[in-house]
């Protein structure tokens, strides 16, 4: 029996062509990951503030406020951007993690585009779900039951307001 599975094995590192071989279909991880890195980056670059001098206290406590916005997006987007890298590098998948991450740039573009409703929804369901957390603006969590109720009026913001505001829900 052991000298089979040796065999077997053997065959399986020498001959890569083999049926055992093939490639992986792509995940909903990966798919996941894909879509947030994308929303993420398009997230990180609309909220980025042009360095240069402070003029006034209110341009300061602005980019402060944009500088601790953006920090926890830009480390779940390199986190994103480490397993998706690993994918890559084991997988044929570059062109549907590309087109996937393009996607959600332009999901985050388009809702930017109409802010206004989008908040308001928002701020409807985290309001009927009783978020006590909602005091804070640069506070960005928001509870199961205000995503669902995100999701039955737009599945889009949800999935952006998923990327941007849940852990990455990673395997490592």
Not at 9 to 23: K, Y
Not at 85 to 106: N, Y
Not at 158 to 168: H, M, S, W
Request: hydrophobic residues 40%.
């Amino acid at each position: 029996m052991r000298l089979h599975l040796a065999f077997a094995l053997m065959w399986i590192i020498a001959n890569p062509a083999s049926g055992w071989a093939q490639s992986a279909p792509v995940s909903d991880t990966v798919l996941r990951a894909a879509y947030c890195l994308g929303v993420l980056s398009e997230a990180i670059s609309s909220v980025k503030h042009v360095p240069g001098d402070v003029a006034s206290s209110e341009t300061a406590k602005a980019a402060d406020f944009f500088d601790e916005v953006s920090k926890p997006l830009e480390q779940k987007r390199q986190r994103y951007y480490q397993y998706l890298a690993v994918q890559v590098i084991f997988g044929e998948m570059q062109t549907s993690i590309f087109a996937i991450g393009e996607r959600g740039k332009a999901d985050v573009r388009q809702k930017t585009q109409g802010s206004a409703a989008a908040s308001s929804v928002v701020t409807r369901c985290r309001t009927s779900c009783g978020d006590a957390a909602y005091a804070s603006l640069s506070d960005r969590s928001l509870s199961e039951c205000a995503l669902q109720c995100v999701a039955k009026q737009d599945q889009v913001h949800a999935n952006i307001l998923k990327c941007t505001t849940q852990p990455d829900q990673l395997p490592f």
